[in-house]
């Protein structure tokens, strides 16, 4: 599989745009890591066929089915839509929305602990919701056109924040099924995905007692703390700071002291379009290689977003770099390494000033893969799985 820091870069700023809209406008659904990035679709032997087998199970062990609801919503062909119960694609429509200004699109789960669905060709998320319905709401979007507004758990005022729900995400076209699990917004829900096909994968598997180790390793970090919401969810930090939450300048002595170390030394950046060399000068972080580009010093959300000073990009260049830096400073790798991107997880999240709740869901998983930033999939550290002649995806709620 190629790194997606070698990869075209369209999915990244959508989802960090997509959770940060969620609330205020309608916006798109977002799809999965790689999806926007290229498929490989001019280089797969085999086409995915329509109507891919689902499979839902409920293994939290702490829900019965009856309390377990499902949504599947995204986009095809521009517009937005939604799986129905009997697995059938329907567009979204103002009219969905009942006397209390939602819509309900639940499916409900099947007794006996599995689910089975066809997923039609789309791009989307499936929210899962533990104990309570969650509240979508149709809206207008800015060309007129029906959209919905998504869940943003990390909102205090959002109808959805006293709801139990996470998400995983997908694409699933002609060239094949594209999914991951993610944690870049919060982690609530323990998920995890089997993609069978071509190969038989499955990503996301949060090991036994790995939420509640998760919980109590980012209460641990007094910074990280208040982004512990109960029991419900912890709310990535980026969100945090938005809300109040986290430092705004939590960083600023690391990002202050890599800008100084490159000011004296070179750091190399290697991607697929080659090598990058690249030292502070002008108080930009400037690269010369198979192109000039350049960065200001970023702040502590940009970082947080792989965004701002960060942004990446569909460029093959900018965005490729921008990529290995936001993972470098994620995870602290950029002042012990001067080569990137480092690809030994033994050396990531090794700094006091590190991002704490990605090191946290990459210890909860069993494989060690997690989407804790948008930037994870670099060095393929995400829990993002691809095949291009899939036969079957299973969802299954984890145990709490």
């Not at 007094?222 to 980026?238: M, N, Q």
Request: charge should be neutral; glycine fraction near 12%; include cysteine.
């Amino acid at each position: 599989m190629t790194p997606r820091h070698q990869r075209r870069l369209g999915r990244r700023k959508l989802l960090v745009a997509l959770g940060g809209a969620a609330v205020a406008a309608p916006v798109a659904a977002a799809v999965a890591p790689y999806a926007l990035a290229g498929t490989d679709s001019g280089r797969a032997g085999t086409r995915a066929a329509g109507a891919l087998p689902l499979t839902v199970v409920n293994g939290t062990g702490s829900f019965g089915d009856a309390d377990v609801h499902l949504y599947i919503v995204g986009n095809q062909d521009g517009r937005q839509v939604r799986v129905t119960p009997d697995g059938t694609l329907a567009p979204v429509a103002l009219s969905d929305n009942g006397a209390d200004g939602y819509t309900d699109y639940a499916i409900g789960l099947a007794g006996g602990g599995e689910t089975r669905l066809n997923l039609p060709y789309m791009s989307g998320r499936i929210y899962v919701s533990l104990g309570r319905k969650l509240k979508f709401k149709a809206v207008t979007d800015g060309a007129g056109n029906p959209a919905l507004q998504y869940p943003a758990g990390w909102v205090k005022s959002d109808p959805n924040y006293g709801v139990l729900h996470d998400c995983a995400e997908f694409t699933y076209n002609a060239s094949g099924m594209f999914c991951n699990t993610t944690m870049v917004d919060m982690f609530s829900v323990p998920l995890a995905i089997r993609l069978t096909g071509a190969k038989d994968q499955t990503t996301g598997t949060v090991r036994a007692g790995g939420r509640a180790a998760a919980f109590a390793a980012v209460r641990a970090i007094p910074e990280f703390a208040p982004l512990v919401v109960d029991d419900t969810r912890i709310i990535a930090p980026g969100h945090g700071l938005d809300a109040g939450l986290f430092p705004k300048d939590y960083l600023a002595p690391y990002i202050d002291e890599v800008w100084s170390t490159y000011t004296g030394k070179d750091l190399k950046v290697t991607t697929d379009a080659g090598t990058f060399t690249g030292r502070v000068r002008g108080g930009r972080l400037a690269f010369d290689g198979p192109a000039q580009v350049s960065f200001a010093k970023p702040s502590t959300r940009d970082v947080l977003f792989c965004d701002g000073a960060l942004a990446a990009p569909n460029d093959g260049t900018t965005g490729p770099v921008a990529a290995v830096l936001g993972a470098g400073f994620n995870r602290s790798t950029l002042l012990t390494s001067a080569a990137q991107p480092a690809t030994d997880p033994a050396a990531f999240y090794r700094a006091a000033l590190t991002n704490h709740y990605a090191k946290a869901m990459h210890a909860a998983t069993e494989d060690g893969r997690a989407y804790g930033f948008a930037f994870d999939d670099v060095a393929d550290f995400a829990s993002y799985i691809q095949d291009t002649a899939p036969t079957g995806i299973r969802l299954t709620l984890g145990a709490f």
